[in-house]
């Protein structure tokens, strides 16, 4: 699935400041407000197939976070957010 939220002519505008100034072309496009951060967020993890989860401060369940040891959180960067019994 592809999005169309910016044009290919301020898509190519937007590579040539992020390649002209060495910065990723994802803080371009949020500083320009060509789009939302959000937006993009959810643009890229659709297309990755990832659910994308805006967490609130308290949704992270304390007692299933210490369940996994923190080297391993680490390493795959990963946030365990529910436990779903199989």
Do not use: H, Q
Request: charged letters at 30%; proline letters at 6%; zero cysteines.
């Amino acid at each position: 699935m592809r999005y169309a939220l910016v044009t290919p002519e301020e898509l190519a505008s937007i590579k040539i400041e992020a390649m002209e100034t060495s910065r990723d072309l994802k803080d371009v496009l949020i500083e320009r407000g060509a789009v939302s951060e959000d937006a993009l967020l959810y643009a890229v993890s659709s297309e990755l197939g990832i659910p994308f989860v805006t967490l609130e401060p308290n949704s992270i369940d304390r007692d299933l976070f210490r369940t996994l040891p923190v080297e391993v959180l680490k390493r795959y960067r990963f946030l365990p957010m529910i436990e779903v019994d199989r």
